[in-house]
């Protein structure tokens, strides 16, 4: 048995997204034929005794309430940021200059500004970066890539992409981090998602035209108070992209009765695609060149032909879940810090989406187009 270079993981923040950065190595390290041994090493989170109770529960040999701390112990290799979007950019920097690779999750900074310094410090220091859109990772999404890039669908013409969740639809629920102006709002934790999808999809977006609304003003403070909320509940955009087809998004975290509506649709002169991501391991395929009154959207079920599937289950159709994603996206990552291949999203690709959603929210302010840089 060859013995593998341990590969030391910190990781700040131990909820949702800690949990299922966590799950991610820890199956990728099975699945995949990693080049690394990743070792859960140290976990920080807000206290000692929430960051001591993670770590016991997920296999964190330390924990500590102090993240810089960690960011900076020599061995540590990769430092994880699943804390609230406010905090991305103080930790990545510190991580950055201590010489560490970083994962970060979305959206990457509140600000354009913030995304370019990140990206332009991870690039001065030659560290590897990550950000977590993990959606991307989903075998059917590079099938739909394929299928487009092959021409199967003939000549693009739109796109219609939708994120709806309804975690924030009541309006007693508490304010959070995703109210903070600094990085918050649907936009910002939802429609990054679509945009994404939308650019990975069908290339680069170069005009938009939003309508973001805060459609519930007001959220208890959790002290018996009230906390104004600024940021928006919905936002919607038309998009225009370079290949000359257009589009639309949804952004919507108060969308009654919808748990994970990351949907979209895309039409060619030769055929469409609809896929939603509450039934992630089907693609729906409608053909033009099928006969007459045979036409209709056929289901393209999730199996071992459609990589890396076959690496967690051997038969089709007995679908891959969301924490294997993450498996995939942390796979990509570490086979991008050994080999020195680049990542497959990193900082660069998360300023990109930065850029986008800040021109929404801008032509949103402004009732105007705007146009996006590249
Ligand atoms: P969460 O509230 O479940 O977890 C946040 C964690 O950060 C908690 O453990 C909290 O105690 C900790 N924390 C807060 N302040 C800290 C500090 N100063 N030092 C150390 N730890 C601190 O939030 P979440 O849903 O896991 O979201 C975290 C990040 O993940 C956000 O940026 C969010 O946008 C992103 N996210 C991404 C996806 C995805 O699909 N990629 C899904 C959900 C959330």
Redesign the pocket.
């Given at each position: 048995m060859t013995t593998k270079p341990d590969f030391n993981v910190g990781l700040?923040?131990?909820?949702?997204?800690?949990k299922a950065h966590t799950f991610g190595y820890a199956s990728a390290a099975k699945v995949f034929d990693l080049a690394v041994n990743p070792v859960l090493h140290t976990l920080?989170?807000?206290s000692d005794a929430?960051a001591s109770k993670a770590a016991s529960a997920l296999g964190f040999a330390h924990a500590t309430s102090d993240?810089r701390k960690m960011v900076d112990d020599p061995a540590i290799h990769v430092v994880n940021i699943?804390?609230?979007?406010a905090?991305h950019k103080d930790m990545a920097l510190a991580a950055i200059a201590a010489g560490k690779h970083v994962y970060c999750?979305?959206?990457l900074a509140p600000l354009v500004a913030d995304a370019r310094e990140m990206a332009e410090a991870a690039e001065a220091a030659g560290v590897k970066t990550q950000v977590?859109f993990?959606y991307l990772c989903n075998p059917m999404l590079k099938l739909a890539r394929e299928m487009i890039e092959a021409g199967e669908l003939g000549e693009i013409r739109g796109f219609r992409g939708l994120h709806a969740e309804d975690y924030m639809a009541d309006a007693t629920g508490p304010y959070t981090f995703r109210h903070d102006p600094a990085g918050g709002g649907a936009l910002a934790?939802l429609g990054s998602h679509v945009l994404a999808t939308a650019e990975y999809l069908l290339g680069p977006v170069t005009e938009v035209m939003g309508d973001c609304v805060t459609m519930i003003p007001e959220r208890p403070d959790g002290y018996g108070g009230v906390k104004a909320v600024t940021v928006d509940d919905v936002a919607r955009a038309f998009l225009r992209f370079a290949s000359g087809a257009n589009g639309s998004l949804e952004a919507n975290w108060i969308a009654t009765g919808r748990k994970m509506q990351h949907d979209f649709e895309v039409w060619g002169s030769k055929g469409a695609l609809t896929f939603s991501q509450e039934r992630f391991n089907e693609l729906h395929f409608f053909d033009t060149r099928d006969a007459k009154g045979r036409q209709g959207f056929r289901r393209i079920e999730a199996g071992p032909d459609h990589a890396p599937y076959g690496r967690f289950c051997v038969a089709a159709g007995h679908q891959i879940g969301f924490n294997d994603l993450k498996a995939i996206e942390v796979a990509r990552f570490l086979e991008a810090i050994t080999s020195g291949a680049p990542e497959p999203y990193g900082f660069r690709a998360g300023l990109r989406i930065q850029m986008l959603v800040e021109a929404i929210h801008q032509s949103s302010s402004e009732r105007a187009w705007r146009s996006v840089p590249d």
């Open positions: 700040i923040g131990s909820g949702f997204m800690g920080a989170d807000i929430a993240w699943t804390a609230p979007n905090l999750e979305k959206p977590g993990n934790d």
